[in-house]
């Protein structure tokens, strides 16, 4: 009975990380538009706004770096970031008090949401765990 159980655990250790998902952020800077896929699957279509002229939004494909519920920018007079994503230095997705402008480039070179869509890309990455995200951005 004690080996069984050993073996259940064991087994049911090696089994986790396949039952991790894997996420693609895809954010399209000519659509201002970011789409979340698990496991190849469209979970999430949201609006954003990114870089405008003199703060463009880094092209390329990325990993999270570091994660904050909440942050404050220490760049830019200590402007919120809730729910804030790290994908490149000081470049992030997280979300935004200017709600008007989602779907509009606005940024500062950030990847802005608004907050409820933010938190609920947040809580995915949490839930699933960050070495499963691949953030692209491309447009």
């Given at each position: 009975m004690l080996r069984r159980v050993a073996a259940l655990l064991v087994f049911g250790l090696l089994a986790t990380p396949a039952l991790a998902g894997q996420i693609l952020v895809d954010v399209d800077i000519q659509t201002q538009q970011m789409q979340v896929r698990v496991d190849g699957r469209l979970t999430y279509t949201f609006d954003v706004s990114t870089g405008r002229k003199g703060h463009s939004t880094p092209k390329g494909r990325y990993e999270v770096v570091?994660?904050?519920?909440r942050y404050?920018?220490?760049?830019?007079d200590n402007a919120p970031m809730p729910y804030a994503i790290f994908f490149n230095g000081g470049y992030a997705i997280h979300g935004t008090n200017d709600i008007?402008?989602?779907g509009k480039i606005a940024s500062h070179g950030c990847v802005r949401l608004h907050p409820d869509n933010a938190r609920m890309l947040y809580d995915l990455v949490q839930q699933e765990g960050r070495d499963s995200v691949t953030i692209k951005i491309t447009g």
């Open positions: 570091r994660m904050y519920e404050y920018s220490k760049k830019y008007k402008h989602l």
